[in-house]
């Protein structure tokens, strides 16, 4: 998937049953950092290419990123039929514990409930996690629950919202062989 704006042009391009294989060059570390996370953890092969305003803020490259991310998820997963539907995740990290659970329910929603201990790690505005996942919900139509249960370190904390929101993801996309072919839900459709 390509996205062209006057502010980023991103491209994404993802295997979900790849080996957690990664190629990430975002133009902002810390997020690449993130997304080699779930890549690894959610055992998606993933390629994100991104250039930005950078010269501005981040705000723009990582809020389509996320969008970018989740229309490739949804075309990647399409009708939904076999898969468990839903997942969730509890990460540690040290003194970090954070908890998402996913839901492919065809609607966007987003809970989050992150208190960051501090605004920035390095260069990175903390604030940019929600844009992230606001972003790739809204486009992959999905509901996310992220709640960071406790955590004194910023990177930490993100650390773990990355890593539980991949093992979320790489339950709720596996095959669920009692279901084999047919959509998970009464409505016959997500």
Same mark, same amino acid.
């Given at each position: 998937m390509s996205r062209d704006t006057a502010e980023t042009r991103i491209s994404v391009a993802l295997d979900l049953d790849g080996s957690g294989k990664a190629s990430l060059a975002t133009g902002v570390a810390f997020l690449d950092h993130m997304l080699d996370q779930v890549a690894r953890h959610a055992m998606i092969d993933l390629q994100v290419k991104a250039k930005g305003d950078l010269q501005v803020d981040a705000h723009h490259t990582v809020e389509d990123v996320g969008i970018t991310l989740g229309q490739a998820l949804a075309k990647a997963v399409g009708d939904k039929r076999g898969i468990r539907r839903y997942g969730h995740a509890?990460? /540690?990290?040290? $003194?970090?514990?954070?908890? &998402?659970?996913?839901?492919?329910? +065809? %609607? /966007? +929603?987003? $809970?989050? *409930?992150?208190? #960051?201990?501090?605004?920035? &790690? +390095? $260069?990175f505005d903390v604030d940019l996690?929600? $844009?992230? #996942?606001?972003g790739f919900v809204n486009h992959a139509q999905v509901t996310l629950h992220v709640d960071n249960l406790c955590g004194d370190n910023a990177h930490h904390q993100c650390e773990t919202v990355f890593k539980a929101f !991949? *093992?979320?993801l790489?339950? !709720?996309?596996? /095959?669920? /062989? %009692?279901? !084999? +072919?047919?959509?998970p839900s009464t409505k016959g459709k997500l």
């Open positions: 509890y990460v /540690p990290l040290d $003194e970090a514990l954070s908890r &998402v659970v996913v839901d492919f329910s +065809g %609607r /966007p +929603g987003l $809970e989050f *409930r992150v208190k #960051f201990s501090r605004p920035l &790690v +390095g $260069e996690v929600h $844009e992230f #996942f606001q !991949a *093992r979320a790489r339950m !709720a996309l596996e /095959p669920d /062989p %009692r279901a !084999a +072919g047919i959509v």
